[in-house]
C-alpha cells in the first residue's frame, strides 16, 4: 500500500449526490483533482457542478444506475474519450439499505441491497482495472460499513452486502497488489447524511452520527496514507473490537437490546 498525493488524479466517485459522497466530491475537487462523479438524480449533480466551479479541481458528472452495464459502458468511452483510457482513483461509496426483521422483508430488497452495494461496486471494478493499470499510484476505495465487520439486527440483508464487500476488499487487496493498485476499505460508523430516509424499507430520520464531511475527510486521508483499512468512530472501533474478542458476550447484550427496542429505532 502506497502514499500518494491526492492532487490532480483522474477520481470517479459514485453515489455522488448525497451525503457522502457529495462531501467527498467536494473535497477532492477543492483539492485540485479531476472527478468524474455518478449518481441517478442528475439536478443533484448539476447543483454540485455549479457549486464547485470555482475550485481548483474540475468536475463532471454522468447521470445514471450503477448496477445498469448499459450505463457503465458509457462510463468507460467517456474514460476513454476524455482521460485517455487512464483512471487513478475509483471510489465505490454509492449505497442503500433496508431497517426491519428478516422474517418481514423480501427477495426483492435483499437483491437490490446486494445488486447496488455488492455486485455493482465489483462489477465497477472488474470493468475499469484495465483503467487503473493505466493509471498513477492506483487506488480502489470500497466504502464499507461498521456493519460490515459487526452484524446487527434489523439490518441483516445490509450487514450481508457490506460484509460480502469486505471480504472482496481484503482478498482483492491481495491479488491487486501485483499491479501496484492498492484497495482501501473505508467502514463509517452512523452518519449524518439522506441514506436512513431512503432505505428502501423502513425509512426514519436520523440525527445521531459522524458528519458526512468528516467521514469523507477521513477516506480520503485513508487514501492519501495508503491505508488498508480504516474504521471510523470511537464507538465503532470498541464495536468490532468487542465482536473479535468478546463475540459470545457481545451477541447475548445484542440479543437483550433487541429484543428491547422499537424496530425502526436502530442505528446503522
Ligand atoms: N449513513 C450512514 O450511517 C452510513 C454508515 C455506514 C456506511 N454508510 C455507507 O456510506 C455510503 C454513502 O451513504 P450515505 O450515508 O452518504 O447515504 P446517502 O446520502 O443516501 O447517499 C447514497 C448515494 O448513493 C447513490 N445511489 C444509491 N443507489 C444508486 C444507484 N442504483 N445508482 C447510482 N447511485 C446510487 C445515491 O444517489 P441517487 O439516489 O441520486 O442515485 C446517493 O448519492 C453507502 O455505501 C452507505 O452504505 C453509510
Given at each position: 500500500?502506497?502514499?500518494?498525493?491526492?492532487?490532480?488524479?483522474?477520481?470517479?466517485?459514485?453515489?455522488?449526490?448525497?451525503?457522502?459522497?457529495?462531501?467527498?466530491?467536494?473535497?477532492?475537487?477543492?483539492?485540485?483533482?479531476?472527478?468524474?462523479?455518478?449518481?441517478?438524480?442528475?439536478?443533484?449533480?448539476?447543483?454540485?457542478q455549479?457549486?464547485?466551479?470555482?475550485?481548483?479541481?474540475?468536475?463532471?458528472?454522468?447521470?445514471?444506475?450503477i448496477?445498469?452495464?448499459?450505463?457503465?459502458?458509457?462510463?468507460?468511452?467517456?474514460?476513454?474519450?476524455?482521460?485517455?483510457?487512464?483512471?487513478d482513483?475509483?471510489?465505490?461509496?454509492?449505497?442503500?439499505?433496508?431497517?426491519?426483521?428478516?422474517?418481514?422483508?423480501?427477495?426483492?430488497?435483499?437483491?437490490?441491497?446486494?445488486?447496488?452495494?455488492?455486485?455493482?461496486?465489483?462489477?465497477?471494478?472488474?470493468?475499469?482495472?484495465?483503467?487503473?493499470?493505466?493509471?498513477?499510484?492506483?487506488?480502489v476505495?470500497?466504502?464499507?460499513?461498521?456493519l460490515g465487520?459487526?452484524?446487527?439486527?434489523?439490518?441483516?440483508?445490509?450487514?450481508a452486502?457490506?460484509?460480502?464487500?469486505?471480504?472482496?476488499?481484503?482478498?482483492?487487496r491481495?491479488?491487486?497488489?501485483?499491479?501496484?493498485?492498492d484497495?482501501?476499505?473505508?467502514?463509517?460508523?452512523?452518519?449524518?447524511?439522506?441514506?436512513?430516509?431512503?432505505?428502501?424499507?423502513?425509512?426514519?430520520?436520523?440525527?445521531?452520527?459522524?458528519?458526512?464531511?468528516?467521514?469523507?475527510?477521513?477516506?480520503?486521508?485513508?487514501i492519501?496514507?495508503?491505508?488498508?483499512?480504516?474504521?471510523?468512530?470511537?464507538?465503532?472501533?470498541?464495536?468490532?473490537?468487542?465482536?473479535?474478542?468478546?463475540?459470545?458476550?457481545?451477541?447475548?447484550?445484542?440479543?437483550?437490546?433487541?429484543?428491547?427496542?422499537?424496530?425502526?429505532?436502530?442505528?446503522?
Open positions: 500500500m502506497a502514499k500518494r498525493t491526492l492532487t490532480d488524479k483522474r477520481t470517479i466517485v459514485t453515489g455522488a449526490s448525497s451525503g457522502i459522497g457529495k462531501e467527498l466530491v467536494s473535497q477532492l475537487v477543492q483539492r485540485g483533482n479531476q472527478v468524474l462523479a455518478i449518481a441517478r438524480r442528475q439536478d443533484r449533480l448539476e447543483q454540485l455549479s457549486d464547485l466551479e470555482n475550485a481548483t479541481g474540475t468536475l463532471t458528472y454522468l447521470a445514471g444506475d448496477t445498469d452495464s448499459e450505463f457503465r459502458r458509457s462510463v468507460l468511452d467517456w474514460i476513454r474519450k476524455n482521460w485517455a483510457g487512464c483512471l482513483v475509483l471510489i465505490n461509496n454509492a449505497g442503500v439499505g433496508s431497517i426491519g426483521p428478516f422474517a418481514d422483508s423480501s427477495e426483492s430488497t435483499l437483491r437490490q441491497i446486494m445488486e447496488v452495494n455488492f455486485f455493482a461496486a465489483v462489477q465497477w471494478i472488474r470493468d475499469l482495472l484495465p483503467a487503473l493499470k493505466k493509471g498513477r499510484s492506483p487506488v476505495c470500497n466504502v464499507g460499513s461498521v465487520h459487526t452484524a446487527m439486527p434489523s439490518k441483516s440483508e445490509y450487514c452486502s457490506k460484509f460480502a464487500l469486505h471480504g472482496f476488499s481484503d482478498a482483492l491481495i491479488e491487486l497488489s501485483a499491479d501496484g493498485i484497495v482501501v476499505l473505508v467502514s463509517p460508523s452512523t452518519t449524518k447524511s439522506e441514506f436512513f430516509a431512503s432505505v428502501l424499507d423502513g425509512a426514519c430520520q436520523q440525527n445521531k452520527g459522524m458528519s458526512a464531511d468528516r467521514v469523507a475527510a477521513s477516506a480520503i486521508k485513508a492519501a496514507k495508503g491505508k488498508r483499512e480504516v474504521i471510523l468512530s470511537y464507538g465503532g472501533n470498541c464495536l468490532v473490537l468487542a465482536d473479535r474478542l468478546l463475540p459470545t458476550t457481545l451477541s447475548k447484550w445484542l440479543t437483550r437490546w433487541y429484543r428491547r427496542q422499537p424496530q425502526t429505532d436502530m442505528d446503522a
